[in-house]
Structure formats: C-alpha cells, structure tokens
C-alpha cells in the first residue's frame, strides 16, 4: 500500500515536472513563431501547449480533490483524467514529431526545442500511461472485490442456528 502510493507520488512528482519544462520549451517555439517568423506558430506546438497546461491543472485536482473534498472524488473521472493525460500527449507527440519530419531544414535552437518538446512528450506519455495503469488497476481491484464479498456488514448479529426439535 504505502509502497504504491510512494510509486504514484513520484509520478505525479516527473509529470508535474515534465509539464513545465515542456511548458517553457513549447512557449519558446511559440515565441519564435510570433516574433521572428510573423507567422502563426503550428497548431501541434500549441497542442502540446494545452497538454502541458491541461496536466497541471489535472495533477492539481487528482491529488487536491482526494485530500481537501474527498466527496468531489469519483475513481471513474480519475481514471478519465489519467487516460486524457495519456492520450493528449500521445496525439501531441505523434502530431508534432510528423510535423517536424516534413520540415525542408530544421537548425537551431528553436528546432532544439522542438525536438526536445517531442522527447518529453514521449516521456509524459509513459509517466501518464503508467500511473493510467495504476489507477485502473487500483479502480478495477476494488470493484471486483467489493462483488466478491459475501459477509455481513458490520453491525449486524450472527445468525444463530435454530434449535434441534
């Protein structure tokens, strides 16, 4: 129990993490749309902009809401939240991993940006795709168990046997 939860802390710790650098290095290729190049930057560098966004504010209610309303809490919508999570830097990556194959030439630091934008996204893909794991896990065990459970709830007299006639 207390080995999981230290395993699901230091998940939340690498993504939390992961998200604001990959929220500098997205915001820095954004910049250089804007301000350099005058055009609109890409529409998969601003995806992965959202994801990083989208992973603060969900850490903040996965780990938040148990602890300060624990009666807001629904495992189901953690779980949707966990899978979003995954699934939006799944997208994010793939998007921008194929956006940057196209490009004629790619140098600089911007183009260093871009590319390391990609790598942690593929990072926060594993980091959320595991703790998805885990919370499934987690989530499915205890509705299997609570079908499996046959006693009586507490509170409630044994039954006595009825006397032989």
């Not at 350099?36 to 603060?56: E, K």
Request: net charge positive; with cysteine.
């Amino acid at each position: 129990m207390l080995a999981s939860n230290m395993v699901v802390l230091g998940l939340r710790v690498a993504q939390f993490t992961l998200a604001f650098v990959m929220l500098g290095l997205t915001s820095y290729v954004i910049n250089w749309y804007n301000a350099d190049v005058m055009t609109p930057a890409p529409a998969q560098v601003g995806w992965l902009l959202f994801s990083a966004l989208f992973t603060i504010i969900s850490i903040g209610v996965l780990e938040g809401v148990p602890r300060f309303a624990p009666r807001f809490f629904h495992p189901y919508a953690a779980l949707a939240i966990e899978f979003s999570n995954a699934l939006f830097y799944f997208s994010g990556f793939i998007a921008l991993s194929t956006f940057m194959s196209r490009l004629l030439y790619c140098r600089g630091s911007v183009c260093g940006a871009a590319r390391a934008d990609v790598a942690f996204g593929i990072f926060q893909f594993l980091l959320w795709g595991t703790s998805t794991v885990l919370a499934s896990k987690d989530v499915f065990k205890k509705v299997i168990r609570r079908k499996t459970n046959t006693q009586a709830p507490l509170g409630v007299p044994p039954m006595k046997e009825a006397p032989a006639p």
